[in-house]
């Protein structure tokens, strides 16, 4: 080989900014493939044992085998793949994770990430103009759900420190996701009941399994509904009302009107609970990120800051509001405020 090409080709780096964005879009073709990969089944298949290519293609019932051959060839050149005796299989950390049992919230995270983050930079320019916003928050459900697993360890502590004691504990949990919440006020305190009340139906239907799985279908009800009109199960009085990355769902208007609502139905010793992420202020890449999306979709809303809903609060009659600090550098954070 002439080292002149070489040499020709590394004059490319010269161009401000090259080296950096290269590493980038390595970094960015690798998530691609992981995307790809996982959602076509293909890092799936190939964890099961290593295949051939035409085999692959049988497992996967693919119809167009030049694809998946050129998606198998970019997971060699990014090391996620390696090719023996004409037989693929994992090789990188990054596919072998998103396919590992424990994995499901990483392969959420690469899923969220190509998905329903991209799209809102992709349309950020149209949108910004006055186009129309995205309109498949009840498309994302799923991956969300799957993706808020990861904050489930931090909540669980919150959880913990909130309910530890308490003689009487019914709790109604609004937007329950998962229901995890409603699983760790039970672990820390067996006197826990209530509802956990979600408006996505397939949300609702996999809290209700879960709880069902769990052990707990006569300590808890899942109810599918709308907060902004209550179903009877969610009438109260409730001791603890929980509200997990839930009140960037609702303009500052309806946030006001919700709150005062959820004051209603606590008992008079009764406590509300928010965790969600506040608005980056330019210290926290992840809110910041999501708020990118918030502002982009129908149906969300821009993060607002601890302040803010701290006024909100004291303004629908909440007292001894108390701040929760989970992480350094991170506006992940939990509220409590009293009756
Ligand atoms: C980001 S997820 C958070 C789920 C869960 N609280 C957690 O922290 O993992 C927000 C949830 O709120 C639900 N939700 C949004 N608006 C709602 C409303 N008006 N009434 C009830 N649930 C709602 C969504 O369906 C979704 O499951």
């Known amino acids: 080989m002439n080292p002149r090409y070489t040499l020709s080709f590394l004059h490319l780096f010269k161009i401000p900014g090259m080296l950096p964005i290269m590493k980038d879009w390595q970094a960015f073709i690798r998530t691609l493939f992981l995307f790809a990969g996982y959602e076509s089944g293909l890092l799936q298949a190939l964890s099961q044992a290593p295949c051939t290519k035409e085999a692959l293609a049988q497992k996967l019932g693919a119809k167009r085998q030049e694809l998946m051959e050129a998606l198998l060839d970019v997971g060699l050149a990014c090391k ?6 004409q037989k ?37 320019t149209n949108r910004l103009f006055g186009g129309e916003l995205g309109d498949d928050l009840e498309e994302i459900g799923d991956v969300v759900a799957r993706f808020s697993k990861g904050i ?15 003689q009487s504990l019914r709790i109604l949990d609004v937007g329950c996701g998962t229901a995890f919440f409603l699983q760790s006020a039970y672990s820390v305190n067996p006197t826990a009941t209530g509802v956990g009340l979600d408006i996505d139906p397939a949300v609702a239907r996999q809290a209700r399994e879960n709880i069902a799985a769990w052990g707990l279908s006569e300590r808890f009800a899942v109810v599918q509904g709308d907060i902004r009109h209550p179903p009877q199960e969610a009438a109260g009085p409730f001791d603890l009302i929980n509200m997990s990355s839930m009140l960037y769902y609702f303009s500052p ?9 959820m ?11 928010v965790v969600m992420n506040f608005d980056s202020q330019g210290k926290d890449l992840a809110a910041a990120n999501l708020n ?6 129908k149906g969300l809303y821009s993060l607002p800051s601890r302040e ?16 929760h600090n989970f992480l350094p550098a991170s506006t992940f954070q939990g509220l409590t405020a009293q009756v």
């Open 80 to 85: 996620e793949l390696e090719l023996k005796d």
């Open 88 to 124: 693929y299989s994992l090789k990188g950390k990054r596919s072998r994770a998103v396919v590992n049992p424990k994995g499901d919230m990483v392969a959420a995270m690469i899923q969220a990430n190509v998905g329903y983050y991209c799209d809102a930079y992709r349309n950020f």
């Open 152 to 166: 489930e360890p931090i909540v669980r502590d919150f959880v913990k420190a909130i309910v530890t004691g308490k």
């Open 253 to 261: 208007e309806e946030r006001a009107e919700l709150l005062s609502d």
């Open 263 to 273: 004051h209603a139905r606590l008992s008079p010793s009764g406590m509300l609970s």
């Open 292 to 297: 990118v999306v918030n502002c982009s979709l």
């Open 308 to 323: 803010e809903i701290g006024e909100t609060l004291r303004a629908c009659g909440f007292r001894q509001i108390k701040e």
